[in-house]
């Protein structure tokens, strides 16, 4: 008798759902998503990924990733600990192309990958498989008029690019003064004294980035610098023939070596 009493009281325990997993690694998931966007905002490193008039986006989507993952755990809390537990909170049915299982599984490896990796700029190598160009193409952006403002030495690469595009007669910019920024790459084919300086134009993200840059002549006896060295570069404009082609080169250069900006691509 006195056993089957206690069979009866263990009963209702016994009985009791499991923890509502699904529940709690949604919950997960989009608090790791929260992480991973944050800590792309406060390290710096959002601006190797997003053009900054993009990045309300991304802020935006932390808020929602973070609310909805609290919300969700919240759901999980109340179900844990309330003094009859029903079963967990349900994920809406929706058409899917792939199992439940294996999105949340792409979703979280994404996210801890993010949280993991940490995002590079660009190199020589991907402007060379990207192709370098001294021209903008007719997709991106570019001035309406031609107005030459300001003094030459405050002009950025693209500024100089987009310069050449609406006037591209490189003898009417001999002797200007110029000042740029960028990462030394090597041309093949091009003379030891010569380089280009480059830098990568961003107008949406990442995936959509190309590099542009302008020929440098080192002066005699100047090493070249190696490929990838962020340098400051002063000089002024001459034009030179280039892979059979008369181009603006920047002459008597002088080469400042610079740490690798926060934000090293152009917009």
């Known amino acids: 008798m006195t056993s089957s009493l206690r069979s009866r009281r263990r ?8 923890l509502p997993w699904q529940a709690i690694i949604d919950g997960v998931m989009l608090l790791l998503w929260a992480a991973m966007l944050l800590r792309f905002a406060v390290t710096g490193k959002l601006y190797l990924l997003l053009h900054p008039d993009y990045m309300w986006l991304s802020h935006l989507a932390m808020v929602l990733t973070f609310g909805m993952g609290m919300a969700r755990m919240w759901q999980v809390w ?3 600990h309330s003094s009859q537990r029903q079963a967990g909170p349900r994920s809406q049915e929706h058409i899917a192309l792939l199992p439940r299982r294996i999105s949340t599984g792409l979703l979280l490896a994404v996210a801890v990958f993010g949280l993991i990796y940490t995002p590079r700029p660009f190199t020589s ?3 060379f498989q990207r192709g370098i160009t001294d021209v903008l193409s007719q ?3 570019r001035p309406q008029r031609f107005v030459l403002s300001g003094a030459s030495e405050d002009r950025t690469i693209v500024d ?3 310069t050449l595009n609406v006037y591209p007669e490189p ?4 002797g200007q003064a110029v000042k740029v920024s960028g990462f030394a790459t090597h041309i093949p084919g091009w003379p030891d ?3 280009m300086i480059t830098r990568f134009v961003l107008t949406c993200c990442a995936a959509d ?3 542009v840059g302008l020929p440098v002549e080192l002066p005699p006896g100047t090493d070249r610098p190696k490929p990838d060295t962020w340098l400051e570069v002063t000089g002024s404009m001459t034009t030179q023939t280039l892979d059979n082609k008369r181009q603006l080169v920047i002459g008597e250069a002088t080469l400042t070596e610079i740490p690798e900006p926060r934000t090293p691509y152009e917009y």
Do not use: G
């Open 11 to 18: 009963s209702p325990a016994s009985q009791r759902p499991p």
């Open 78 to 80: 109340q179900v844990v």
């Open 125 to 127: 190598e991907t402007a």
């Open 139 to 141: 997709t991106r952006s």
């Open 160 to 162: 100089w690019i987009r």
């Open 171 to 174: 003898e009417a910019y001999a």
């Open 193 to 195: 004294n010569i380089f």
């Open 209 to 211: 980035a190309y590099p």
